[in-house]
């Protein structure tokens, strides 16, 4: 596990356009997970803000979740 969680750094282009106070949200949620041992990945970044945003609804968001991890 890396020592240090940027997710904003490694991947900029999954927060552009987001307010301050959704980018920290997600990053806080996510940060919770990569305590618990979550490796953090592209996929699962993209997956959860692209939910967060409203991009689709809680059931696609657990589909896609699902298959991300069928996939791995």
């Known amino acids: 596990m890396s020592k240090i ?14 307010d301050s106070r959704i980018r920290n ?18 996929e699962d970044v993209e997956n959860f803000t692209d939910f967060i945003c ?3 609804d809680r059931e696609e968001y657990l589909r896609r979740a699902v298959a991300i991890v069928s996939d791995s």
Do not use: K, T
């Open 25 to 42: 949200a997600i990053v806080q949620v996510l940060a919770s997970s990569w305590h618990e041992g979550w490796e953090a990945n592209r």
């Open 54 to 56: 409203g991009e689709y």
């Open 5 to 18: 969680l940027d997710l904003q750094l490694w991947w900029p282009e999954l927060f552009e356009g987001l």
